[in-house]
């Protein structure tokens, strides 16, 4: 794993608030140069701009990384302010909180091309330089607990999040048969304090809320964004959780948590698929 942070050229995806900000104020504290990308410009050059006051070489891209040719875009800059890159952070997400019957098509399309698609894209446009430069290099792929687990409720979010898991699994080792000096790393937290229940905020013209929809207009949706945001109020300090992830990279550790909350459902729904009972069940257990 990529240990040697001084230096170090870092991208981070989703890095205008949020895992992402804080990921790449904990690379620059620890001597990186940071690339902030973000979907939102504005908030992404405000993350750059923090990262300068801290001594960090930074600027910023706004970019929708669930778009090859944005991602492409930003390996360009990349290059042009770097000349190489060291880390890769995917952490843009987004979730999407109804049930199967009533979520509409455009919620679907744009979780699963935010949580996977730029995923996909981002490693499929920076492996080959990563490859090039023959020096050790890093991915992190944020993915979140929902990524190795399952509930049920959200299975956009749910299903978009093992789908990301699954994608990191078969490149980590499809490097390893290259031989190639790439780590990888997912980083799967539990809840976190952010402002995730405001994700609506993040849709591009494509996927926006159109005014005449009531969906997002009904009690049931108010309730869930509420819900949602009563969790992430009381979970952990976004500092903690992110913490984690340096702390495991120590470790050399594949898999990264912020909470051993989750280890006995972990253990558990793997007896239950060997022995193909049924999905194990998070409550059911606790």
Not at 76 to 85: I, S, Y
Not at 242 to 262: D, G, L, R
Not at 265 to 279: D, N, S, T, Y
């Amino acid at each position: 794993m990529f240990t040697e942070y001084e230096g170090a050229k870092v991208i981070v995806t989703g890095a205008g608030n949020g895992i992402g900000k804080q990921i790449a104020k904990d690379f620059a504290r620890r001597g990186s140069d940071v690339a902030c990308i973000d979907i939102h410009g504005d908030e992404a050059e405000c993350t750059a701009e923090e990262l300068k006051k801290m001594g960090a070489k930074a600027f910023s891209i706004k970019a929708d990384v669930s778009q090859l040719d944005d991602c492409r875009r930003i390996l360009d800059e990349v290059m042009k302010q770097f000349g190489r890159v060291d880390v890769l952070v995917d952490n843009a997400g987004v979730t999407a909180l109804s049930d199967i019957t009533k979520i509409p098509e455009r919620d679907i399309r744009w979780v699963y091309e935010v949580n996977v698609f730029s995923h996909w894209f981002m490693m499929q446009t920076f492996i080959p330089q990563m490859r090039a430069q023959n020096t050790h290099c890093q991915i992190i792929n944020v993915c979140s607990i929902a990524g190795l687990i399952t509930m049920g409720a959200a299975p956009a979010y749910f299903s978009s999040k093992h789908a990301a898991v699954a994608l990191s699994e078969s490149v980590w080792k499809w490097l390893r048969s290259e031989k190639a000096d790439i780590d990888i790393s997912v980083f799967c937290p539990g809840y976190v304090n952010t402002d995730m229940h405001l994700t609506d905020r993040h849709r591009p013209e494509r996927f926006a809320i159109p005014e005449d929809d009531s969906y997002y207009k009904s009690e049931e949706y108010q309730k869930m964004v509420a819900f949602n945001k009563s969790l992430l109020e009381n979970a952990q300090p976004v500092e903690d959780a992110v913490n984690n992830i340096f702390e495991a990279m120590k470790k050399q550790q594949f898999y990264i948590f912020n909470t051993n909350q989750y280890d006995r459902l972990l253990c558990e729904q793997g007896v239950f698929q060997a022995e193909k009972i049924r999905p194990a069940d998070y409550y059911e257990l606790n």
